[in-house]
């Protein structure tokens, strides 16, 4: 900030280009100079180099550093990744029952897939996303562990697809414009709402 005539009385001033309306400098005058065709001189005791100038308002601004593109990327993969947690804990239909896909009970499929691929007498009971209770045999259970390997698989093959486009966008707006809202296994999902723990929902 320069002073260029400085007194206890001075008054600080934002130097505004008229054609940009940006702070070029700051100074501290003891009197309000005359603007010219290149500098506008506006009283602000907050103004800072590079605001921007609001002249319809008085007011100033700082203004938002443009984002880059590797910044948006990282946040695409963030969204992204919000979609495909969404979509793995959404459940998998087997043999026409909606089961949980979470992550606990991904834990708990393997433990009984152990059991039935030792045991071929061993069955168990789940509980469905319905509300149901289904006993299964050990064939039955090693389908439903197939049938859970499949569903996860297609969601991570929906991610990496997803992913991949994330990486090649060449431009902001192609990034802006990626939709990973569909092409999940249960079709197009809203991660918005709450998550449908009901084939009839």
Request: overall charge negative; hydrophobic content about 40%.
């Amino acid at each position: 900030m320069r002073s260029l005539s400085y007194s206890e009385d001075s008054i600080r001033f934002a130097v505004v280009s008229p054609t940009s309306n940006v702070v070029i400098d700051v100074v501290m005058l003891d009197a309000t100079p005359e603007d010219t065709d290149s500098i506008v001189y506006v009283a602000s005791d907050t103004a800072n180099i590079g605001d921007e100038y609001d002249k319809g308002a008085g007011t100033f601004s700082t203004p938002t550093p443009p984002i880059s593109m590797e910044e948006l990327r990282q946040e695409k993969r963030t969204e992204l990744s919000e979609y495909l947690r969404y979509a793995e804990n959404m459940g998998f239909v087997y043999d026409g029952k909606w089961f949980s896909s979470d992550n606990n009970s991904q834990v708990k499929l393997i433990a009984v897939l152990m059991s039935a691929s030792i045991d071929s007498k061993f069955t168990t009971v789940f509980k469905t996303l319905d509300q149901e209770y289904v006993t299964l045999d050990a064939m039955g259970i090693i389908m439903l562990c197939n049938a859970a390997k499949q569903y996860i698989a297609a969601c991570f093959r929906q991610d990496s697809e997803y992913t991949a486009k994330i990486s090649t966008a060449a431009t902001v707006d192609d990034l802006l414009a990626l939709d990973f809202s569909k092409g999940w296994p249960h079709g197009a999902i809203d991660v918005s709402q709450p998550m449908p723990y009901s084939m009839n929902a």
